[in-house]
């Protein structure tokens, strides 16, 4: 069945680094372009990275521009995002999301989520 599982969260100081990984099966990963999202209580999910299927191109929130990077490795089923720089605003529970694209035209409703992983930021 379709899986996402992401992994690499945990608590860290400010100005300190984590790279997060979703490692995703049962789909054809390269087919799909690849997003982490994150939302912080009480606020709503928000898309902090996105890659496109091949990884050529790469978009981010500007809250996190410069400081993360988004990366992905068709061979191995997984999308990255490495976090640098930390701040206490970057605590949320990240998401990893996968939308099915063909021919340039992005399919909605054949997306996929993770159960998401906890980055806690905090002296």
């Known amino acids: 069945q379709v899986q996402l599982v992401e992994s690499g969260g945990g608590l860290m100081q400010p100005g300190g680094s984590l790279r997060l990984s979703c490692t995703a099966s049962?789909?054809?990963?390269?087919?799909?372009?690849m997003s982490w999202y994150r939302q912080a209580p009480g606020k709503e999910r928000e898309l902090a990275a996105a890659?496109?299927?091949?990884?050529?191109?790469?978009n981010y929130a500007d809250s996190v521009k410069g400081r993360f990077t988004i990366s992905r490795d068709n061979a191995k089923n997984t999308v990255y995002l490495q976090m640098n720089s930390l701040k206490s605003e970057d605590s949320a529970v990240y998401y990893c999301?996968?939308?099915?694209?063909?021919?340039?035209?992005?399919?909605?409703?054949?997306?996929?989520w993770g159960q998401g992983t906890q980055v806690t930021v905090s002296s």
């Open positions: 999301n996968a939308v099915l694209v063909v021919a340039g035209t992005r399919f909605e409703r054949n997306s996929y």
């Open positions: 890659i496109t299927e091949s990884g050529s191109s790469t």
């Open positions: 049962g789909f054809d990963f390269s087919m799909y372009a």
